[in-house]
C-alpha cells in the first residue's frame, strides 16, 4: 500500500528520502514523488513509473524532504495522481495515505478558487492548507484547521516553501517518527528509516507533528501532549536480503528462528506449563463461551488453523470471520464472546473495523500480531506477539508458520485456564510446538529436491491443493502463496469437496497437491487422491508417513510434528510456490496489484 517517508536534518535529505522510498517498495505501488523545500523554494519530482526512475534531489533543493509511493485507490497510477500535490502556489506539498472520505464535497467548495490537476482525493488537503495559509498563521496552524475539515483516514506530510520544518498528522493510518543522531524522519513503516534508527515514536489518532532541524513537538486537539520513545528491537540487517535474491526466499529460509523467537521463554522446559505475556484473565478465558476469529488473507487461514486447534483442545466453540464481512453477531451476549483479530501488521483496514465492532459491542478483544506499536495492539483490550521480525516480501511466509505457533501456545494456555486440556493432549501440543522449528529446518534443507518438483510442474494449466482438518487451511494458504506471487490459477479445497464440483477442471496438466499429513485425515484424503489420479492428473503428496506417502505420483517427504505437521508442509509449499514463481520470472517480493499493508477497507 501507499507509503510515506520524510526527513529533517543535517545529512543530505534529497539522498535520505529517496533511499526511503526504496525502502518501501516492497509494500507494493504504483508511482511515487519526492518533494524539498528549502528557504523560499519547494521542488518536486513525480513519476507515473519506479521510485528508480526519480531522481536523487541534491542539498541545494531543499533541507527538509517528503516522499511517497503510491498504491492507487482514487485516479488512475499516472504521474499527475502520484504524490506530493501541491496548491496552487506551488508552494505547499503533501503526502497522504488513508482516504479523505469527504473530499468530494471539500473539492466542490474549493474549486471556485482553486485549480485541481489530479483526480485524487488527496489534493484537497493542499488547496485547503493554502486558504488557511493565506491568513497569515503557521503551517502548523494551517494544517490544524485542514485535518478539522477531513473525514476519513490519513497520515499526512507536508512541508511548504517559505514554512519551517515538516508538519505530519495522523488518523487511523500509521505513522511514526524516528529519532536520529543527525535528524528527524517520519514514515508509515519504520523500514524506511531504520538503517538511520531504530529509535522510534508512534503517533495516535489526532496527533499533529511540527518536526524542525533541533527539534519535534507533538500536539492533540490543539495542546502540546508527550509522546513516548522506543527502542524496535530490529536491526537494518534483519530489513535486508542477506545475499538471498527475493526477500520472500530469505524470509521462508528464516523460519525455524522466528519460531524459536515466538516459544523462547513461553514455554516450560519441564511440564506443559505455557507462559503468555497477557493480561486478560484466567476468569475472562474461562467465561468465555465462544472465540470469533477476524483476519484477512493468510491470517484467515492461519485462523482457521487456530479453530482446529482451539475447538480439539481447548473445548471452546470458534467461528472465523472474513473480517471485510463481519459484525459481531454471534454468542450469547457480546461480553461471552472473545474476539481474537490476526493480522501480522497490525494495521489492516478490514480487520481493524471488524475488531471496532465487536469492542463497540462489549466484547473482549485480543490482538495477535507481528507489530509491535501497531494500531491494533492500542485498540485491542490485549495483544500477544508472534515475534517473527520484519517480514518485507508482500507474500507472507515466516508470519503464517509464526501466527499457527502462537495460537498453539495460545490454545494451551486457554485450555489450562478452562480446564479443557487432558495431559496428554497438552504434553502433545507442547512437544509439536517445540519440535517444530526443526522440522520446519529439515523441510528447508530438502530445497534443492522441492526446487526440482516445482520446476518440473511450472507450465501446468492450473494447481489444486487439497486437505481436510488442519490440512485444510495450509491447502487454503498454499494456493494463495502460489497464486500470489507466480499469477497462476490455484485453489484450495477441502478435499472432500472434489467431487461437488471442483473435479471437472481436474485434467492431466492440473497437478493436485494432496496435504496427507498428520493431523489432516490422510487416510480419507488418500480416496479424493485416487479420484484425481484416475481422471489423469498427477498428485504431489506430502507426508511424514511412509504408508500413506504411497499414494502420491511425487512425494515430499516430511519429518513427523503431530498436531503441527500441516504446517511444516506449508513450508514445503512456500518453497514450491516461490520456485515456480522464479521459473517464471516473476517480481517475487512486489507481486502486481498486491500490497503489504492494506490500510484501506
Ligand atoms: C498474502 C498476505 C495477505 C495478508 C492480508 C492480511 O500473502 O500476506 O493475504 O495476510 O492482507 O494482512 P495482515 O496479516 O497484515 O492483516
Redesign the pocket.
Known amino acids: 500500500m501507499c507509503g510515506i517517508t520524510g526527513y529533517i536534518g543535517t545529512d543530505p535529505t534529497g539522498r535520505i528520502v529517496h533511499e526511503g522510498l526504496q525502502n518501501l517498495e516492497y509494500r507494493g505501488y504504483d508511482s511515487a514523488g519526492i518533494a524539498l523545500a528549502g528557504g523560499g523554494s519547494l521542488s518536486v519530482h513525480k513519476t507515473g513509473g519506479e521510485v528508480g526512475d526519480l531522481p536523487v534531489p541534491s542539498r541545494e533543493d531543499g533541507t527538509r524532504g517528503i516522499g511517497h509511493t503510491r498504491w492507487s485507490t482514487h485516479g488512475e497510477p499516472t504521474r499527475e495522481n502520484a504524490h506530493p500535490h501541491t496548491d496552487c502556489t506551488g508552494d505547499v506539498a503533501v503526502v497522504h495515505n488513508g482516504i479523505i472520505e469527504n473530499y468530494a464535497a471539500l473539492a466542490d467548495e474549493l474549486r471556485a478558487d482553486h485549480v485541481f490537476h489530479s483526480d485524487t482525493d488527496t489534493e484537497v488537503v493542499p488547496h485547503l492548507i493554502e486558504t488557511h495559509l493565506a491568513d497569515g498563521v503557521s503551517l502548523l496552524t494551517a494544517v490544524q484547521r485542514t485535518t478539522e475539515r477531513l473525514t476519513g483516514s490519513y497520515a499526512l506530510a507536508i512541508t511548504a516553501a517559505g514554512h519551517d520544518g515538516i508538519v505530519v498528522a495522523r488518523s487511523d493510518s500509521p505513522l511514526l517518527l524516528g529519532h536520529g543522531d543527525t535528524g528527524t524522519f517520519v514514515a508509515s513503516d519504520a523500514t524506511a528509516f531504520i538503517e538511520h534508527t531504530n529509535r522510534v515514536t508512534y503517533l495516535r489518532n489526532g496527533d499533529i507533528a511540527h518536526l524542525t532541524e533541533t527539534e519535534w513537538t507533538v500536539y492533540n486537539d490543539g495542546a502540546r501532549v508527550s509522546r513516548d520513545i522506543e527502542a524496535l528491537d530490529w536491526s537494518a540487517d534483519a530489513a535486508g536480503k542477506s545475499g538471498y535474491d527475493h526477500y520472500m526466499l530469505k524470509e521462508i529460509h528464516e523460519q525455524p528462528r522466528a519460531l524459536r523467537q515466538a516459544i523462547s521463554g513461553r514455554i516450560s522446559d519441564l511440564g506443559t506449563d505455557v507462559t503468555l505475556d497477557m493480561e486478560l484473565s484466567t476468569e475472562t478465558l474461562q467465561n468465555v463461551a465462544e472465540l470469533q476469529i477476524v483476519?484477512?488473507?493468510?491470517?484467515?487461514?492461519?485462523g482457521l488453523y487456530a479453530k482446529e486447534l482451539l475447538e480439539t483442545h481447548a473445548d471452546l466453540p470458534v467461528t472465523v470471520h472474513v473480517?471485510s464481512e463481519y459484525e459481531l453477531r454471534g454468542g450469547r451476549s457480546p461480553k461471552d464472546t472473545l474476539v481474537v483479530?490476526?493480522?501480522?501488521?497490525?494495521?489492516?483496514a478490514?480487520?481493524l473495523a471488524a475488531l471496532r465492532s465487536a469492542a463497540q459491542k462489549g466484547a473482549p478483544t485480543l490482538a495477535l500480531?507481528?507489530?509491535l506499536g501497531s494500531t491494533?495492539t492500542r485498540e485491542a483490550d490485549d495483544a500477544l506477539f508472534i515475534r517473527a521480525g520484519p517480514e518485507i516480501?508482500?507474500?507472507?511466509?515466516k508470519?503464517?508458520v509464526s501466527?499457527v505457533a502462537t495460537a498453539a501456545l495460545l490454545t494451551m494456555h486457554i485450555g489450562r485456564a478452562r480446564n479443557a486440556i487432558s495431559t496428554s493432549d497438552a504434553a502433545a501440543l507442547r512437544d509439536a510446538i517445540r519440535d517444530l522449528p526443526g522440522a520446519v529446518q529439515q523441510v528447508l534443507d530438502q530445497a534443492p529436491e522441492i526446487a526440482s518438483i516445482a520446476r518440473e510442474y511450472a507450465d501446468s494449466d492450473a494447481f489444486f491443493y487439497v486437505g481436510r482438518r488442519a490440512g485444510r487451511p495450509v491447502a487454503l494458504?498454499s494456493a494463495?502463496?502460489l497464486k500470489?506471487i507466480s499469477y497462476d490459477h490455484a485453489e484450495g479445497f477441502s478435499a472432500g469437496e472434489l467431487k461437488h464440483g471442483p473435479l471437472a477442471l481436474v485434467t492431466d496438466n492440473t497437478p493436485v497437491v494432496a496435504v496427507l499429513t498428520e493431523y489432516a485425515a490422510p487416510e480419507r484424503t488418500a480416496n479424493n487422491v485416487k479420484e484425481v489420479q484416475s481422471r489423469g492428473a498427477d498428485v504431489i503428496g506430502l507426508a511424514s508417513d511412509a504408508g500413506t506417502a504411497r499414494h502420491a505420483d511425487v512425494t515430499i517427504t516430511l519429518p513427523a510434528c503431530g498436531p503441527l505437521e500441516p504446517v511444516v508442509a506449508n513450508v514445503a509449499l512456500q518453497l514450491f510456490a516461490y520456485h515456480i514463481a522464479n521459473e517464471k520470472g516473476r517480481p517475487i517480493d512486489k507481486p502486481r496489484n498486491?500490497?503489504?499493508?492494506?490500510t484501506v477497507e
Open positions: 483476519a484477512c488473507g493468510t491470517s484467515y487461514h492461519a473480517a483479530a490476526i493480522t501480522q501488521s497490525g494495521e489492516t478490514d480487520t500480531t507481528n507489530t491494533v516480501g508482500v507474500a507472507a511466509t508470519t503464517f501466527q494458504e494463495l502463496k500470489e498486491l500490497a503489504k499493508s492494506v
